[in-house]
């Protein structure tokens, strides 16, 4: 099927996992870390709004963002230090992961080992585009500024 530029981050996702996915487990990928720490925000932002949505539209999502965001906000990291590892674990739990194209994603580390670990899993990954998220104006402005921002 062609690749639709109206559809929605849920349609995307029933295209790619199918109907009887939405009772399994979705990890949302998404970039994060950068030298700047409003993007940071802006993405972390992003992730929230996409997951929220997607969790209000009935699909079971797991947003690793979100639950190490808030964690550390108040002083807790993993043992290791890192969080690639522990979100790296959350994954194999999961059925699928769907791939938050936000500006830097092709950049991303964390991006890349969850995607290499998906495939060699072999579970489903659904990309969407920026443009599918439904983002509210603002924020997709903020995050649109930032195409030439690095991430690690």
């Keep these: 099927m062609a690749d639709d530029p109206n559809q929605s981050a849920s349609q995307r996702l029933r295209q790619a996992l199918g109907e009887s996915f ?8 998404a970039p994060y870390a950068s030298p700047d720490r ?7 932002a992003a992730a929230n709004q996409v997951a929220g949505r997607l ?13 190490s965001a808030a964690l550390e906000r108040i002083g807790h990291r993993p043992p290791e230090g ?4 522990f979100d790296l674990d959350l994954l194999k739990a999961c059925h699928g992961l769907a791939a938050l194209q936000l ?20 579970q489903p990954i659904c990309w969407l585009p920026l443009r599918c998220l439904e983002l509210p104006a603002g924020m997709f402005r903020r995050l ?7 991430a690690p």
């Design 38 to 44: 409003g993007l940071m925000a802006w993405r972390l």
């Design 55 to 67: 969790i209000a539209q009935g699909w079971r999502i797991l947003s690793p963002l979100t639950h």
């Design 103 to 122: 500006p830097g994603w092709e950049r991303s580390r964390g991006m890349a080992l969850e995607v290499e670990q998906a495939v060699a899993q072999r």
């Design 22 to 29: 939405g009772n399994g487990l979705i990890y949302l990928a």
């Design 82 to 85: 890192d969080w690639y590892a």
């Design 144 to 150: 649109t500024q930032e195409r030439a921002d690095a």
